[in-house]
């Protein structure tokens, strides 16, 4: 199973800010539309991935409030990325090594979707709950022993 699999399903709705947002503009989008993450883009391009991570860490910096703090200043710029072609286990590894909730998918130089922790586990789990259904579709159709078949004598 490949990323392209997951953006199938899951769509393709992105939620974007740019660096020189206000990180209390971006936490009111994260509330309210009750996402994760945001990628942060700046003149068409990726510089950061801002997600619940990055934005409690900047709270607990900064005394416990916003005020006039920047997404920069919050972002995570070196994000993890894959492409569409990736393969899933190779996403898993990734995002476990980096400890990476969110993950979003270039190609090239354009963002085409982004991943979650939870779309992976959920594909995971998906696959195996039709591989299972198969297995037991087999098993019930598996051909009856036949009586007419010879025995071995000893």
Same mark, same amino acid.
């Not at 709270?59 to 995570?76: H, K």
């Given at each position: 199973?490949?990323?392209?699999?997951?953006?199938?399903?899951?769509?393709?709705?992105?939620?974007?800010?740019?660096?020189?947002?206000?990180?209390?503009?971006?936490?009111?989008?994260?509330?309210?539309?009750?996402?994760?993450?945001?990628? $942060? %883009?700046?003149?068409?391009? !990726?510089? @950061?991935?801002?997600?619940?991570?990055? *934005?409690?860490?900047?709270? /607990?910096?900064? =005394?416990?409030?916003?005020?006039?703090?920047?997404?920069?200043?919050?972002?995570?710029?070196?994000?993890?990325?894959?492409?569409?072609?990736?393969?899933?286990?190779?996403?898993?590894?990734?995002?476990?090594?980096?400890?990476?909730?969110?993950?979003? $998918? %270039?190609?090239?130089?354009? !963002?085409? @979707?982004?991943?979650?922790?939870?779309? *992976?586990?959920?594909?995971? /789990?998906?696959? =195996?709950?039709?591989?299972?259904?198969?297995?037991?579709?087999?098993?019930?159709?598996?051909?009856?022993?036949?009586?007419?078949?010879?025995?071995?004598?000893?």
């Amino acid at each position: 199973m490949k990323v392209s699999d997951i953006l199938r399903v899951k769509g393709n709705t992105l939620y974007t800010v740019s660096p020189e947002e206000p990180l209390a503009a971006a936490i009111e989008i994260m509330a309210g539309k009750d996402i994760g993450s945001l990628v $942060v %883009m700046n003149h068409g391009e !990726l510089v @950061g991935m801002l997600t619940f991570r990055e *934005v409690i860490q900047c709270i /607990v910096a900064n =005394q416990n409030t916003v005020g006039s703090t920047v997404v920069r200043t919050a972002m995570d710029d070196h994000p993890l990325t894959c492409t569409m072609e990736t393969e899933l286990d190779e996403v898993r590894r990734m995002m476990l090594e980096r400890h990476a909730r969110y993950m979003p $998918v %270039m190609d090239k130089r354009m !963002l085409m @979707g982004v991943i979650s922790l939870y779309d *992976v586990a959920k594909a995971v /789990v998906d696959s =195996q709950n039709f591989e299972n259904r198969m297995l037991k579709a087999y098993i019930r159709d598996w051909p009856a022993a036949e009586d007419s078949l010879p025995t071995a004598q000893l």
